[in-house]
């Protein structure tokens, strides 16, 4: 018979075994799942881990992950995640309305409630005496879901998402199925290898289907040691590589806590896809159980570049239209000194275009002169093995000059998130550079 216990020990043992390289101190995982089972209940828990028989949806957005992190401690994005939604439960612990907060991620969409918490938090983490920030309770008369308070002035916080329309999961799935099928294609062969995919095309069902084909022939040359391989038809090529010291370095790094190309290639993306010395899953579990530290070593290096996407969705026209609804549906009070709306929106901030970006904002507040400031926020991995949000901050700048002091605050706050450890509240104990350095170290060469 499972128990919740025995599911919840055997995660603690196989996220202890990642403690090391995830720069997790002592202790800390055993801690936060307590705090977890405290606060969600184990009634809630068992019923999410045991007796929920859904599949575990591993592409839609808008199902709660919680399930999928829980059951699997083997990826590093499911044990830091989980990790740091205990770290926000720890931070607003003792906070009236964090009850509530709870109560809505349980029933509620998971990730509105978890930009609501990781807002919050990092504006709470910045904050100086007597500066505070508190949750505001889950009834018809709050306004705003968290409120920052200071010397002589209260502000509401709306928190919202742009939400991803299929326009943008349908390529992330195939992306995500091309990795897939790269990964089990290549994981009986001995050498690692550079994989390259090319296509003037959009990534859709069509141009997926032709580069499964073009992979399928390269796997076949990689199984019969004949590389290096190329298969093209039309615009799109697949090459497979032996991956060296000489092959095409990843081209992708974190400057001045941003990603940046910063070797000038075209490509969207490179990533590491890494592998443990082991046959299956079922080994792999069985030798974490025994107490086994794997040591993960990078199978193939992956490239991809497709065309534009056909249709794209109009970003800036759906957040124009998300703001002017937040910022009317949060009516404050003439005691409140102003109102901040926060949008975690689904594309890279980086390649958005500023001009239209800051139109878009001006548009929906202009008539709103009470909204102190806007701030969107996209989530996103870094090389410290942790998730951040890259942030745009749009100021009242008549506001700001009447208090200064919560324009330090909102800036304290944004320069932390490449500097802070959302899980510890603490300082990274590495630089940008170092941390990339370690993460190579952590998906090193295969092993003799």
């Not at 193939?300 to 910022?327: H, S």
Request: some cysteine.
């Amino acid at each position: 018979m499972v128990s919740l216990d025995g599911l919840l020990y055997k995660w603690i043992c196989r996220a202890n075994e990642r403690r090391d390289d995830l720069d997790i101190p002592v202790g800390f995982i055993e801690d936060s799942i307590a705090l977890l089972t405290e606060v969600l209940g184990p009634d809630y828990l068992r019923h999410l881990l045991i007796s929920e028989t859904e599949p575990v949806h591993f592409l839609d957005d808008e199902t709660s992950p919680l399930r999928k992190w829980l059951l699997s401690a083997m990826a590093d994005a499911h044990i830091i995640q989980v990790l740091e939604l205990a770290a926000y439960f720890r931070l607003f612990k003792n906070d009236a309305a964090l009850s509530d907060k709870v109560e809505k991620l349980k029933r509620d969409r998971f990730w509105s409630t978890f930009f609501e918490l990781a807002m919050s938090a990092r504006i709470k983490r910045a904050t100086r005496a007597p500066e505070r920030v508190r949750l505001n309770p889950e009834i018809s008369t709050s306004i705003g879901d968290f409120t920052i308070s200071g010397a002589g002035y209260e502000v509401p916080c709306e928190c919202s998402r742009l939400g991803h329309s299929p326009a943008i999961i349908a390529p992330a799935a195939l992306q995500e199925s091309l990795s897939n099928r790269i990964t089990d294609g290549t994981k009986h062969l001995t050498n690692p290898l550079c994989v390259k995919i090319r296509s003037d095309d959009p990534l859709t069902g069509n141009a997926y289907n032709v580069v499964l084909r073009l992979i399928r022939k390269a796997l076949a040359d990689a199984r019969a040691e004949r590389l290096p391989c190329e298969y093209r038809d039309g615009s799109t090529s697949v090459s497979f590589e032996r991956l060296t010291e000489a092959s095409e370095p990843i081209p992708f790094k974190m400057v001045d806590g941003r990603v940046a190309n910063v070797l000038g290639t075209d490509w969207d993306s490179a990533a590491r896809l890494c592998r443990v010395p082991a046959k299956d899953s079922d080994e792999i579990a069985g030798r974490y159980e025994g107490g086994e530290r794997f040591y993960e070593y990078e199978a193939v290096r992956l490239f991809t570049k497709f065309g534009p996407p056909i249709n794209q969705p109009d970003y800036y026209g759906r957040l124009i239209a998300k703001l002017k609804k937040k910022l009317k549906q949060t009516k404050i009070s003439p005691d409140h000194f102003g109102k901040i709306a926060l949008i975690e929106v689904p594309f890279d901030l980086r390649t958005a275009d500023p001009n239209n970006l800051q139109a878009a904002v001006h548009e929906a507040a202009v008539h709103s002169s009470r909204t102190f400031a806007v701030i969107l926020a996209n989530r996103e991995p870094n090389p410290h093995i942790r998730y951040h949000y890259s942030m745009s901050v749009t100021g009242n700048q008549n506001a700001a000059i009447l208090q200064p002091s919560l324009v330090e605050l909102l800036k304290r706050s944004s320069q932390a998130e490449a500097a802070v450890d959302p899980l510890l509240g603490l300082p990274y104990r590495r630089s940008w550079a170092e941390a990339e350095e370690h993460s190579r170290k952590v998906a090193g060469p295969k092993p003799d």
